[in-house]
Structure formats: structure tokens, C-alpha cells
């Protein structure tokens, strides 16, 4: 299949893709009063001004807040509308076939309501997360385009409204940034069959852990299937240009899901074994080419659709690594493909000085992971942000670790517990067949959860949430809460922003260290009991479940002499100079690694954003202290690490 990551969901290509983007120049207004609805300006199109705003032009998909839009003001407007014209980008032998017109939306902050020609075609809550809308029936028979117009509205006040990092306040300050409202990913149309293959958001699972067995155990949904007509569908694997193996099988009658289980085992791998990638050390067991940061290998899949006669009615190109994980061993290590894995990672926020939230290009997503690299890291915590499509893409190609999370909101209550369960399953769901994903993290720091300690309905909803992605996805680890008060979790993870010798001290020892209080909170929830009564039992660290220091480091420079420095620029410790920097960075990641009761780390964090000024690079991707020197430390680390491992064996 095509390497191009141009496509906004490249992991998922029909092979006859039609799509146009509308990305570019939308007109756009705000609402202030919140007139528009009443005033119908979904069917008129929205006005030259509304009380002291005209409409102007935006720069799709940049939110209103950043530079790119071409708008870049930094105030707090709930309602604002978008407008332009589509086109129906189907071809005439297109519509013949019947096959439908999509409008698709990488993400839009918060809840949007959309019209085509003033005919309401659908809506979306969730601003993290894709959707699309059909759009067929809505362009006029006698022309092939219509007006498009989205109505978005995101409360910069409602703290149930999960937003991560987006700051509430008028200023950003320490952790906190600059908000993000309206459409900030990729819009586009897309031509598609009326009876088509699923993609995973709609109910595609390929489960690709199955490496003692050498199958890929695929869930192939079919959207738009008239009641009880006959289908099929084949899935077919080939690694680097050879043929694999193929399985087929009818959908049944009842249901709009079929499993097929396929044997990845190459035939005959001899000459494969001979050339690059496939000729790596370690990447091949019985016949299985594996995945793993070392050797990223990738099967190229073919998924079809056939109709009752045996025509292709879709098909579609895909990708596979497989790969196991592995964190109940009980000896305290995280193995990837059996043999442990330590993960030296990052604090990645995504975030640019000129786009905000949206990734500048696929490239700069590229780009992001091989800086990280560089550095000797094997991974991210893409943290409190649904990382735009393109950058799993290239984190499955170029061998990327990632742990999968979402952004938090800061308030509970029921509409929060709604809101936070429909996009959680929508984020694990768009994300779930990416062997790169070997993670999920719901939660951070009890944001959200202010009284983990006293109240058992917020220990559920936490239970609820690790019990929900269980389900949907039992092959990767799920770490509830990052950071302190875990209620169950597979993995035992804490923040601690010490200083090197205090960090030290804490990671030599579990018990009153590793496992004392972090950030003013116990670890793990507590015993709840009303005299003699236990009413909720807590929870507790579990002897040899895999312990990772999931947040450190966050030291920045001071400003060398002479140089000024912002007036809110933070971090949690300083260095004096780029040499002072290097220094206490090995200081702090090998505290975390001889302490010896830690089998990974995530370091805060791998670039400056806005005011936080504690990255390993600046905003601007630019090195603040030698590449090369970083990565000897981290091969330090993952060095010490092994023979810790190798030792205890």
C-alpha cells in the first residue's frame, strides 16, 4: 500500500479512494449572543456582522485561537459559526452505483451542529474525537453544490467538558494553555459505497497479540448492508511484496460483524530473511515477523467485500504488526513479545507555536517522533490529548511506543460521567489497531475525581472506565489514574517532581518511597468503612505488577546572561545552563532506573510549550542540549536496567 500519509485516516484507504479536502479558507463569525439559531442563519447563511463581530475568513482546521487560523485572538467566545461551499465530489459512475457523499471531521471542540443548504444532516459532542455525517440527501438534485454550515458552541467555563490542558482563565499559566474551540483537524468529503467495510471507529478489531499461535484475529463490521442480504468478506496478508495467507467468511444473516482468524505465518521466509528489515535480530519467531521499536515490520492487509454474487463491492488497505504485550509476569517487568521492554519515554503535549493543538502537516508529526528518537527514547505519553490520526500512522512505521489517553475534564457530576464514557470508548475505538498503542490511561491525577478518598461513586466511575476499555480492548494494560489514587490498574505509576537526591531516595525503596504520597495524595485509594462496616475496599500495589515513573524531570533553563526572559515562563526546577541541564538529567532518569523497582520512565517533557519551558527541545523543535548526549544517557539507563533484569533472573 501507499506510504503517503496525506489522507487524514491513512490507516484505513479504500483502494479507489475518492475524497476532496476542505481545508482552506471558510468564512466564520461569532455568536456572542447566541442569535444565530433563532435568526436562522442556517438557512440564510450567516451575516456580514452580528452586534459588534463581522464575519471574516478562518483558515480550516486552525482554531480561532492560533496564528494559522489567521484570526489569533485570545478571548472567550462560546458560539461561533462556519460557512463555505461543497461540492459533490462523486463521480457520475458514483452515483450510479449509489455510493454515498461523507462529511468527515478529524475533531471539532466541543458540540457542533451541521446544515447543508439549510437542512440539518447531523451533529457531534466530543472534541477530541472523529465523526462523520451522510450528506447525500441533503445536495439538491439540480446542482452539485450546496452551502456547508457549522454551528460550534465550547464553554471556555464548564469544567465537566473534558478539555486537558485547554486553560479556563483569561491567561495561560504554568501547566495550563491556550484553548482550542471550533474545528481543529481535517474536514473533508469522501465518496463510499452504500454497503461498505467498517472502519475501526464503527466497529473494525484486528487483534494482532496472538504471536504464540501466529493469527491475527480479525472483527470486520459492514455499515449500510440491506436487512438479511448476502455478503462476504476475505482479508488477505502479504509482508513486503510476498503473499501470506487469506481468510473468508459470510456475514451472518443476524449480525453486522463477521470474525475471521488468519494464519501470519510467512510460507516460506528464506529470501525475505535475506534483506532489510526483515533481516533484524530478534524480529522473527516461527515463521512470525514481529513488531517492536527495534523493528518496526508491518503487514500489509487487504480487506474485501463482496456482495451475494461475488462482486467487489469495497475494499480497503490496511496495515498489522504483531506483537504481545505482557505486564502480569508477576516479576515486575512490562515484556513486549515476551522479553522485557523497558519504556524510556517522554511527556509529549502536541502542541505548536503557530497551531495550537492542530499538527501543523503529517511531516511535523513525522518529524516529532524522530526528534524523539533521536534522543534515545522509545516512546511518549501522548498526554491529555487524542493525537491527531497521522501521528499513529507514523508512530506504527517508525517503531514509536504510545501510551493511548484522553483530555480530562476538571469537574464530576453526571453530565461529566456521560461525556467522559462516550468519547473515552470513541478514543480507544479510533485508535485500537495500532500495535504502536501498548497503553491506555483514562485518567491523570484525579482530575475530575477531587475525592477519591472519601467518595465510592467516583472509585466506580474510575472502576467503570478501566472495566469499559477491558472490554473493548483485553490485550493492552490499563493505567486508571495516572500518577496517585489508582482504584484498579494493571500498572503502578507515579509522578514525582523531586530533585535528584530526594528522587533518589524515593525510587530505592517501595514501601514509604515509590509507594508513599505523591503530590500530597496516597498511591492507592483507602478502606472506606462506617463503624465495623467495610463499604468500599480500596485498593492496593500488587506484588510484582509492573511499576513505571510516569511523570519527572520538568527542569528548565535559566535565561543566560544578558537574555530576557517571558515574564510567566515556568518549570518545576532550574537549570543554570545547558551543561547544569544535561547533568541533572542523568541524575534524575538514573535515580528512577538504580532504584531498581522501576521497569520504565516518562521524562516532562520533550518540547517547550508556551510558557512551560521545561522541554528537552523549544517550541520550535530547536535541541537545547546535544542529541547525542541525551541518547547516552538514556542507553546508560536502559543498559543498567537489562543488567538489573538479567541479574534477577
Request: aromatic share 10%; hydrophobic share 35%.
Amino acid at each position: 500500500m501507499s506510504s503517503s500519509a496525506s489522507y487524514p485516516r491513512p490507516d484505513f484507504q479504500r483502494n479507489h479512494l475518492n475524497w476532496e479536502s476542505l481545508d482552506g479558507s471558510w468564512h466564520f463569525i461569532f455568536d456572542d449572543a447566541d442569535a444565530g439559531r433563532s435568526q436562522l442563519w442556517q438557512k440564510k447563511g450567516i451575516p456580514a456582522q452580528a452586534d459588534a463581530h463581522q464575519k471574516r475568513t478562518i483558515n480550516v482546521p486552525y482554531a480561532f485561537q492560533t496564528p494559522a487560523s489567521g484570526i489569533g485572538v485570545h478571548e472567550a467566545h462560546e458560539v461561533i459559526w462556519y460557512e463555505r461551499s461543497i461540492s459533490d465530489c462523486r463521480t457520475q459512475d458514483e452515483i450510479a452505483k449509489g455510493n454515498r457523499l461523507l462529511l468527515r471531521f478529524g475533531a471539532v471542540d466541543y458540540e457542533c451542529s451541521i446544515w447543508v443548504d439549510g437542512q440539518f444532516v447531523g451533529g457531534h459532542t466530543g472534541g477530541h474525537v472523529p465523526f462523520d455525517v451522510d450528506v447525500t440527501d441533503a445536495f439538491p438534485s439540480a446542482s452539485k453544490t450546496a452551502r456547508l454550515t457549522v454551528r460550534v458552541r465550547d464553554s471556555p467555563y464548564d469544567l465537566t467538558q473534558p478539555r486537558g490542558k485547554q486553560y479556563w482563565k483569561p491567561v495561560p499559566e504554568s501547566i495550563f494553555y491556550t484553548p482550542t474551540s471550533g474545528i481543529w483537524l481535517s474536514v473533508w468529503l469522501e465518496s463510499v459505497p452504500a454497503m461498505r467495510l467498517a472502519n475501526s471507529s464503527e466497529g473494525m478489531v484486528l487483534r494482532s497479540n496472538d504471536i504464540k499461535r501466529g493469527q491475527l484475529h480479525a472483527q470486520i463490521g459492514v455499515v449500510g448492508r440491506p436487512v438479511r442480504a448476502k455478503c462476504s468478506v476475505e482479508i488477505e496478508a502479504s509482508l513486503g511484496g510476498t503473499a501470506v495467507s487469506k481468510a473468508v467468511n459470510e456475514l451472518p444473516s443476524d449480525k453486522g460483524l463477521v470474525n475471521l482468524d488468519l494464519d501470519m505465518r510467512v510460507p516460506n521466509p528464506g529470501e525475505l530473511q535475506k534483506k532489510a528489515p526483515f533481516d533484524a535480530d530478534g524480529c522473527w519467531l516461527d515463521r512470525i515477523a514481529l513488531w517492536q521499536p527495534e523493528h518496526p515490520i508491518l503487514y500489509d492487509l487487504t480487506l474485501r467485500l463482496r456482495d451475494a454474487s461475488g462482486s467487489l463491492v469495497d475494499e480497503v488497505q490496511t496495515v498489522t504488526g504483531m506483537r504481545s504485550l505482557s505486564w502480569k509476569t508477576g516479576d515486575g517487568t512490562f515484556r513486549l513479545n515476551g522479553k522485557p521492554c523497558f519504556q524510556a519515554m517522554v511527556l509529549d503535549q502536541g502542541y505548536w507555536p503557530e497551531t495550537g493543538l492542530t499538527p501543523p502537516s503529517s511531516d511535523a508529526l513525522k518529524l516529532d517522533i524522530e526528534l524523539t528518537k533521536k534522543m534515545g527514547f522509545n516512546g511518549c505519553r501522548k498526554h491529555q490529548k487524542i493525537e491527531d490520526s497521522r501521528f499513529m500512522y507514523w508512530a506504527d512505521r517508525l517503531g514509536f511506543l504510545v501510551w493511548g489517553e484522553i483530555a480530562n475534564a476538571y469537574e464530576f457530576d453526571d453530565v461529566y460521567v456521560d461525556r467522559f464514557n462516550r468519547e473515552w470508548t470513541e478514543a480507544v475505538k479510533r485508535d485500537i489497531n495500532h500495535p504502536c498503542v501498548v497503553t491506555w490511561t483514562p485518567v491523570n491525577e484525579s482530575w475530575a475525581y477531587p475525592s477519591l478518598q472519601e467518595s465510592i461513586e467516583q472509585r466506580n466511575h474510575i472502576r467503570s472506565l478501566y472495566y469499559l476499555t477491558k472490554t473493548l480492548d483485553p490485550t493492552r494494560p490499563i493505567n486508571d489514574n495516572c500518577g496517585w489514587e489508582s482504584v484498579v490498574t494493571d500498572l503502578t505509576t507515579y509522578h514525582d517532581y523531586s530533585d535528584f537526591p530526594e528522587l533518589s531516595a524515593t525510587c530505592s525503596k517501595m514501601e514509604g518511597g515509590i509507594l508513599g504520597q505523591k503530590g500530597g495524595h496516597p498511591m492507592f485509594t483507602k478502606n472506606i468503612s462506617s463503624g465495623s462496616i467495610l463499604l468500599d475496599p480500596g485498593s492496593q500495589h500488587k506484588t510484582g505488577m509492573p511499576v513505571i515513573c510516569s511523570e519527572f524531570g520538568g527542569v528548565n533553563i535559566a535565561p543566560a546572561k544578558g537574555a530576557v526572559s517571558g515574564e510567566r515562563d515556568w518549570g518545576y526546577t532550574t537549570a543554570a545552563d545547558p551543561k547544569d541541564l544535561l547533568e541533572r538529567l542523568r541524575k534524575l532518569v538514573m535515580a528512577v532506573v538504580q532504584g531498581c523497582h522501576s521497569c520504565g520512565l516518562v521524562y516532562t517533557q520533550i518540547f517547550d510549550i508556551e510558557q512551560e519551558v521545561n522541554g528537552l527541545y523549544s517550541f520550535d523543535r530547536k535541541e537545547k542540549i546535544p542529541v547525542a548526549d541525551v541518547k547516552r544517557v538514556l542507553d546508560e539507563a536502559k543498559g543498567q536496567y537489562f543488567k538489573y533484569v538479567a541479574s534477577s533472573n
